[in-house]
């Protein structure tokens, strides 16, 4: 399976009405911040991300990513697990215990269940494997900013 959701019917009734366009009208509300120590898969993630009328935060590891949340109100978290100045977990660790509550969506090369359930534990709400396939992502992101209720 390439991707977990873990979530709830928040917001139901505003899903129920034209999905497509209540989707983009989101997306253009909506700031994405990307944590990834591989540029070429930020520089890909954001590129696709703003083709969808996304705004697009970028950060390459812990730090650079705790600087970027403090700077910018974002309504999602995609999260690379491994990352070149520390691990997934500890960013979102540091996310939660900093009092910030946005969604985030774990990405990983190296999927398995015990890292999955570590992440949900932390209230990550969606777990995708890499190399991520765009109609994956977009349902993620359906249901990511539903949660968020953006």
Not at 45 to 54: I, K, M, P, R, T
Not at 101 to 121: A, L, Q, S, W
Request: charged share 25%; glycine share 6%; aromatic share 8%.
């Amino acid at each position: 399976m390439d991707s977990h959701f873990r979530g709830n019917d928040t917001g139901e009734q505003f899903w129920k009405l034209d999905t497509v366009s209540k989707l983009f009208y989101i997306m253009k509300q909506s700031r994405v911040l990307i944590i990834d120590d591989d540029q070429f898969v930020r520089q890909s993630l954001a590129e696709l991300l703003q083709s969808w009328n996304l705004e697009v935060t970028q950060a390459d590891g812990k730090e650079n990513g705790l600087k970027q949340l403090k700077q910018n109100q974002v309504s999602l978290i995609m999260l690379d697990i491994k990352l070149g100045d520390s691990n997934g977990l500890d960013v979102l660790k540091s996310i939660r215990a900093s009092g910030v509550n946005v969604p985030v969506m774990i990405m990983t090369g190296y999927p398995d269940e015990y890292n999955r359930n570590h992440f949900f534990d932390e209230k990550a709400i969606a777990y995708i494997s890499k190399p991520i396939k765009p109609d994956n992502l977009k349902e993620i992101l359906k249901m990511c900013l539903k949660e968020k209720g953006a």
